[in-house]
């Protein structure tokens, strides 16, 4: 019986990683970003075409007022004008809702857009959504979309305190070339 339950196992896990290997297409660089329309902690509707024409640092964060999630929103916070000087949006996006949202914002004074993606449509589409049934969460991902549309870069697992950082650095590389 004991052989019974290890074979069934090995055979659900086997299974369970081909389907999900195989229905994960991986985000490249330089492929159009994916589509949303999300609202804001003020009601307002953004969709991607909105910040054609300039950057665009679209960043996942698993939760609002949790501590890495605080570090990374007032780390772009601290950084916003550099970004807004290097012709950049920042815009959160989590699974929260525009309550959450909107308190989060006013607590810690943050002057760009966070997003509700309370379907988590958009996560899954940016691969950035951690799902574990019935908890489901956006993972620390970054984007920085080009003028254009296209992903420039990706900070997948971004670092908290650097994330702005690296991506201040990596506009000015970008817009030197």
Known sequence: MEWLTITLSILTLGFMFWFFSRNRKSLELGQLA???????????????????????????????????CTKQACAFRDGLQELVDLGADVVGVSVDNTS???????????QFPLLAD??????????????????????????????????????LSASAARNSAEVIADLKHLQAA
């Open 34 to 68: 994916p589509d949303f329309k999300l609202t804001d902690q003020h009601g307002k509707t953004h969709v991607l075409a909105d910040f054609r024409g300039k950057w665009l640092a679209l960043y996942f964060y698993p939760k609002d007022d949790t501590p890495g």
């Open 100 to 110: 959450s949202h909107a308190d989060f914002a006013k607590k810690f004074q943050l």
């Open 118 to 155: 309370t379907t988590t449509e958009t996560a899954a589409r940016y691969h950035s959504l951690i799902n574990l049934g019935i908890i489901k969460f956006a993972q620390r991902n970054t984007f920085l979309i080009d003028p254009q549309g296209k992903i420039a870069r990706m900070y």
